[in-house]
């Protein structure tokens, strides 16, 4: 069975900023949007941390300074956010191929595929930019999107647990491998692509670095006795 063929289903706040906050958790305006993505091309230009200003991002996002305040009380809420809605786009990518695949092989690749896009899934820009963040603000940047962390977090794991159900049913993992081993397993692979592109400086759209890391978790995951 392929997944081109058998493996698709066939199924201090500014009165604004006071009525943003009351909004939907998960809900987005388009000049919030349009900050994310300032951030994310700075990001991708390989600008750090240090180096990013407010003014920057509004410059990047084509809105004024003061607009970007009617929405965030610093930089640092700003990438806090923009750290969370990419990971929501993310997960909406992986939650997309396990709703159009059957199987782990097929909704690992159809998910991969998704990330060759930096435009849409800034998953490599972001995690260098992750990087050069000092590690004492690291948890500060956590705290400063408490609400972002746990809608996230918990749409994480749903989508984890629906995951390693399909990976289970269809036979391809092992049933003696825990939940936290399958998760570090697809974690590693996640994060060594982007570690991989920062070494050798390829490109994050490279399928053979895609090929490579859902083979790395199938082969890693698959019942021992189908292992050679």
Known sequence: MTC??????????????RRRMTEKANTCSSKEIAAFQG?????????????????????AAGVGKGTL?????????????????????????????????????????????????????????LSELIASVPLEQRKFLEEHSPSDKERTYRRLQQAEQQLLSAGRRTGEIDPALTDRFCEYVI?????????SCRISRAKASDPAQRRMAVEMICRALRPRDNRG
Do not use: W
Not at 5 to 12: A, F, H, I, P
């Open 187 to 195: 974690l590693s692979a996640l994060f060594g692509q982007t570690a």
């Open 69 to 125: 305040y009617e929405y965030f009380s610093s930089k640092e809420e700003i990438i806090s956010r923009a750290v969370f809605y990419a990971l929501e786009q993310l997960l909406g990518r992986l939650e997309q191929s396990m709703q159009e695949m059957t199987t782990l092989r097929c909704i690992l690749e159809h998910f991969f595929d998704g990330l060759n896009d930096e435009r849409v899934l800034p998953f490599a820009a």
């Open 4 to 17: 081109s063929t058998g493996g698709k289903r066939q199924t201090g706040l500014t009165s604004e900023r």
């Open 39 to 59: 951030l994310f091309a700075l990001a991708r230009d390989g600008r750090h941390y240090s180096s990013i200003k407010v003014q920057d991002i509004a410059s």
